[in-house]
C-alpha cells in the first residue's frame, strides 16, 4: 500500500487567497490539497478539514504550512493530532520544524500550539477591551439591524447555489451577516 501526502490549506476570510499555500504544499510534493476559506476558531463547519481526515490512512501525512491552518486552540489541535497519531498518520508544516515522526517535532508541535492559543486569547482581549474603550465613548454601537428584504435576498442566493463570496457583493451585505444567516439555514 503506497503512502499519500496530503496537504490543507485555509484562509481566514474571504478576502484572503490560498494560492501561497497550496503552492508550497505542492512543492512540497503533496499528491492533493483540501482548500477552504473558514475560520479556524471551531472544526464545526471546516468541511474541507473534514475530508481531508476521512481519506487519510494508515503511513499517510497530512501536510499544513503551518500548525495555525489546522487549528486555533491547543484542544482542537491535541484532539487532531492525537486522531492522526492512532491511525498511524504523520504530521507536518512546511514552515515550521514540525514533524510528528520524530520526538522534537512533537515537542515542537506542542509549543506551537501553547503559543498559537495564546495569542488567539491575547487578540479577543485586545477587542473586547476595545469594543469597551469604544461603548463608553459612545462610539460603538454595533451594526443596523439587517432588514428582513436584505436577508431574504441572502438566503434565497444561498438556496440557489450563490457562493458566500458572491452573495456578498450581489446583496451589500458584510460578510459576517452573510455567514450567519447561512449557519441559521444550515442548522433548521
Same mark, same amino acid.
Given at each position: ?18 494560492? /501561497? ?7 512540497? @510534493? ?9 475560520? @479556524? ?38 484532539? /487532531? ?26 515537542? %515542537? ?5 501553547? %503559543? ?13 477591551? @476595545? ?49 450567519? /444567516? ?7
Amino acid at each position: 500500500m503506497t503512502a499519500h501526502r496530503y496537504g490543507y490549506a485555509r484562509v481566514s476570510t474571504l478576502d484572503q487567497s490560498t494560492s /501561497i499555500q497550496r503552492e508550497a504544499l505542492e512543492a512540497a @510534493g503533496c499528491d492533493r490539497v483540501y482548500e477552504e476559506q473558514v475560520s @479556524g476558531t471551531k472544526r464545526e463547519g471546516r468541511e474541507e478539514l473534514s475530508r481531508v481526515l476521512e481519506v487519510l490512512r494508515k503511513g499517510d501525512t497530512l501536510v499544513v504550512t503551518r500548525i495555525d491552518r489546522l487549528a486555533r486552540s491547543m484542544k482542537d489541535l491535541q484532539d /487532531i493530532v492525537h486522531d492522526l497519531k492512532q491511525r498511524g498518520i504523520h504530521l507536518e508544516a512546511t514552515e515550521q520544524p514540525i514533524d510528528t515522526s520524530s520526538a522534537a517535532g512533537k515537542a %515542537f508541535l506542542d509549543m506551537l500550539g501553547v %503559543f498559537a492559543e495564546f495569542e488567539t486569547n491575547l487578540r479577543k482581549e485586545r477587542q473586547l477591551e @476595545g469594543i469597551a474603550k469604544a461603548k463608553a465613548k459612545g462610539v460603538y454601537k454595533g451594526g443596523a439591524p439587517l432588514s428582513d428584504e436584505k436577508k431574504a435576498l441572502v438566503r434565497r442566493l444561498y438556496e440557489e447555489g450563490v457562493k458566500p463570496a458572491d452573495i456578498v457583493r450581489q446583496s451589500g451585505v458584510g460578510k459576517t451577516s452573510v455567514f450567519k /444567516i447561512i449557519k441559521e439555514l444550515r442548522t433548521q
